[in-house]
């Protein structure tokens, strides 16, 4: 990665403007939220709680909070200056040396509250953006973040190399260029590069998509958090990592619910959402999410233990249409009920979401409820069909097995074989070429 991207990466918190260092055992920060009139002060708080979760997740621990309400934001710092030297002053008597404020911050707006707090400043794109950094893992999902972290910091890199001169004509190139011109330059063909990187891994991606295509899919989503992964284990006898931490799983993982169940049924689990997710995040992302995209079935995982999980689902689901999935089928699982101290709360989730179900993914007969649920959720959209295929037709043949119940299946006509089934109507477009015809009945065996 360029080594601009280093002054911005909460690993090194080392201010531009302070001379003390931050041992990784000591990373403090002060964090800001806004209250513009008008605005829920609840939901303000909710996400200051969210962002110091978002913190903790890279380590670093807050030392203070500063709330300022506001008629409107300022263009200058977002808040007032005298607000941002209390914030500055607090920071000293503390002995932190970062500032996040959980507001989208312009580049100026950075500049300006570093000016004056002498502390490194981040937003709330920054912090999330680092987290997605260090949990990255496979190449593509290390791509995708490297390419979301260089278009976000691209209009962020101003200023940051005012201490040096316009190089002398003729030494980068006829008329001299800033620093701040070159390593723009670099920035964007960097970006170039990786994006042609993520366009050949996205194709192979699409391949492997391409031969699941006759599979019934179902794929986990919700908000960061709330156990997919935990889920996605307990259903599939899965060995991923699942940690009670913010944005754990990046990449989309697929794995065959019970091997046995006919037919045969996919489970995947990718990224969670989050509540004001950079937008540059979600367009590097959309080839992870098209695993999501391309299910049968959405499972939105919930986690009803956490105090607002209504405004969790509110952000899933309009996440869900922002990546086009909204129109897809959905299953509502209320997960982590064994965190809640309320024996009527499963009930009252039935009546208020009909078709839900509440879980722990850490009992046994829940998983088993859950799986039975999810198959229910198909048989309930079966459809009966009888199939003739040309017996040499082992694709197709294979096509009916993996995707169809069977019923029946007659090998002893010439040439075909005739199968009665009940399909998903998700699978229907897919075995309806086979659909059997009157032409057949006089198939001689």
């Not at 939220?33 to 996400?47: A, F, K, L, P, Q």
């Not at 156990?227 to 996605?232: R, V």
Request: proline residues 4%; glycine residues 6%.
């Amino acid at each position: 990665m360029i080594l601009f991207l280093k002054e911005h990466v909460i690993g090194d918190l080392k201010s531009p403007n302070n001379k003390s260092q931050v041992t990784p055992e000591r990373r403090l920060a002060i964090i800001v939220g806004v209250i513009v009139t008008g605005e829920d002060s609840n939901i303000i708080h909710e996400d200051l709680i969210e962002l110091t979760a978002l913190l903790t997740t890279l380590g670093v621990e807050v030392a203070g909070q500063i709330v300022q309400k506001r008629v409107k934001l300022t263009p200058s710092c977002l808040i007032g200056t005298g607000k941002v030297h209390e914030i500055g002053l607090l920071a000293k008597e503390k002995g932190a040396t970062l500032v996040v404020v959980d507001r989208q911050l312009s580049p100026p707006q950075v500049r300006n509250i570093e000016e004056i707090t002498k502390c490194q400043v981040l937003d709330r794109a920054g912090v999330i953006l680092d987290i997605f950094a260090k949990h990255a893992r496979t190449n593509a999902a290390k791509t995708q973040v490297e390419i979301a972290r260089l278009e976000h910091m691209l209009p962020r890199m101003v200023g940051q190399w005012t201490h040096l001169h316009r190089q002398k004509a003729g030494v980068m190139g006829g008329e001299g260029e800033k620093q701040i011109e070159l390593d723009r330059r670099k920035a964007r063909d960097r970006i170039a590069r990786l994006k042609a990187q993520l366009e050949t891994l996205d194709k192979e991606r699409a391949t492997q998509r391409k031969a699941r295509r006759s599979e019934i899919k179902v794929a986990l989503v919700g908000y960061t958090n709330s156990g997919k992964t935990t889920i996605m284990n307990a259903m599939t006898n899965g060995d991923f990592v699942a940690r009670d931490a913010l944005f754990a799983t990046l990449d989309a993982n697929v794995r065959t619910i019970d091997p046995f169940t006919r037919p045969k049924i996919l489970m995947s689990d990718t990224v969670g959402f989050i509540r004001n997710l950079p937008h540059g995040l979600i367009e590097s992302f959309k080839s992870t999410l098209d695993e999501v995209k391309e299910a049968d079935l959405l499972l939105q995982v919930v986690d009803i233990s956490h105090d607002n999980y209504k405004a969790q689902m509110e952000t899933t689901s309009l996440v869900l249409k922002e990546i086009g999935a909204g129109q897809i089928p959905q299953l509502i699982i209320f997960n982590k009920i064994d965190r809640v101290d309320d024996p009527f709360l499963a009930k009252m989730l039935r009546q208020a979401y009909p078709g839900s179900i509440a879980v722990s993914a850490y009992r046994p007969e829940d998983v088993s409820r859950l799986r039975d649920h999810i198959q229910d959720f198909f048989s309930r959209n079966f459809v009966a069909l009888k199939l003739a295929v040309p017996s040499s037709d082992q694709e197709g043949i294979s096509l009916i097995y993996r995707t169809c119940m069977i019923l029946d299946a007659d090998y002893e006509r010439h040439e075909i074989v005739v199968f009665s089934v009940r399909v998903p109507k998700a699978s229907l477009p897919k075995v309806q070429p086979y659909e059997y015809s009157s032409s057949f009945a006089d198939t001689p065996k």
